[in-house]
């Protein structure tokens, strides 16, 4: 992403992410996601902002957020992208999104149980939901990779 629009977020979901499918069958997940900022004042006060922003995922990005919940801490990875639109009264309406090219769980205050997926075969199509088994952390004495030899993630 050599363009310079690129933002990372760490916050927490406000709600369970939303799947939605367009016409053609890509997977689409929406997730609103509270970022908080506390500073303390001139007057040594401590203050808080927060901001809400909607963030935007497709395809096997957007099917594996499935697994995120309300209120986990994650970390976004992605650009800005302003969406346009004209509603039924003509009015027009405009709202910029994060546009999601990495999203996950922040590990500072929690643990996360890591499933990898397994590949689609070329050609076939449809949810990347079953796991392979690979844990995120290498483990035995093979120096991490596993023993199917797949190449660790």
């Known amino acids: 992403m050599a363009n310079g629009n690129t933002v990372t977020l760490v916050g927490n979901l406000t709600r369970d992410p939303e799947m939605r499918f367009t016409p053609s069958g890509a997977g689409q997940a929406i997730i609103g996601m509270a970022v908080s900022r506390r500073y303390q004042d001139r007057n040594n006060e401590w203050q808080e902002e927060t901001g809400f922003y909607n963030i935007v995922c497709w395809g096997d990005l957007a099917e594996n957020v499935q697994s995120l919940k309300k209120g986990t801490r ?6 800005l992208r302003q969406r346009s639109w004209e ?7 405009s709202v910029i999104e994060v546009q999601a090219d990495e999203i996950g769980p922040s ?3 929690a643990r996360a149980d890591v499933h ?3 590949r689609k075969a070329p050609g076939e199509s449809g949810p990347n939901r079953q796991s392979a088994g ?8 093979s ?11």
Request: proline share 5%.
């Open 143 to 153: 120096g991490g990779y596993d023993e199917l030899g797949e190449e660790p993630f």
């Open 74 to 79: 994650v970390i976004v990875n992605g650009r």
């Open 107 to 109: 590990l500072r205050w």
């Open 134 to 141: 690979v844990s995120a952390a290498p483990t035995g004495a």
């Open 116 to 118: 990898r997926n397994e």
């Open 87 to 93: 509603t039924e009264q003509g009015d027009k309406r």
